[in-house]
């Protein structure tokens, strides 16, 4: 449930923390290159303050897919090579969040080990042709170009890295890159980062339901509080704004 949420946990932290009416706004972002524009025409409209950008799993590993499947915008199920070396980018090129909205159907997982065997051979033909390093450089160019929007703004930026998926067996390896990866790249830029794994990252099934996909509550809690812990250094000062939360 939305309320259930690690931003919403939080605003609630805040609210009985401090007594105060405390606002979270959330922009949903899916694709690398409408991202930085999300933010850009929001904070024209809505002056940004704090910022937490959520590192995900999901944009990624699309990414990483050597053969993908998609609904174009006229709801047609496509299927397209996913090769950035070719300029085939299928991923980049429609609108999860758009097309959702218009052709949603529900979802019908496929939980048999010969399902989950073609999807890691998947990715892990994606990794061959180099698209694992083209979806890092991808996802840390887009934090470099926030990062040098927000300074120039003056907006103050904190990352969140990704939650593990395990609903393969190689999805959680490519989820421990991405974030080793951006911590890495995170320090040598000097952004803030808070970790969404750390010493939870080897028993990190405990914090996922069956799907090996969706988080748990407990999750939700334990991120709350680590984003408390470190929005609590300045919280007198933020009580009076608001923070963006970008997911």
Known sequence: MFEDLFHQKLKRKI???FDVTFGINIIRYERFNTCLNKIIVYNKSNPIDFLIFHIRPEPFLRL???YYKYLNYNGK?????NIPLLKLLAPEKYDI???GRQFYSAPKPNNS???KFLVDLNYKAGNFLGNT???????????????NYYQNSNIKLLLLGPALRTNTSYEPILCKILNDFIIEKSKNNNIEFIDGLGSYAENFDTFLDNTGI????????????RLYNRLSKEIERLVADKIEYIQ
């Open 214 to 225: 969706h988080v748990t509550g407990q999750y939700h809690e334990m991120i709350a509080e």
């Open 15 to 17: 609210e009985n923390n």
């Open 64 to 66: 990483v897919k050597f």
């Open 97 to 99: 969040l758009i097309l």
């Open 77 to 81: 199920r496509k299927y397209s090579l």
């Open 113 to 115: 080990k010969f399902h």
């Open 133 to 147: 390093k083209f979806a890092l450089e991808k996802y840390f160019e887009l934090v470099a170009d926030i990062a």
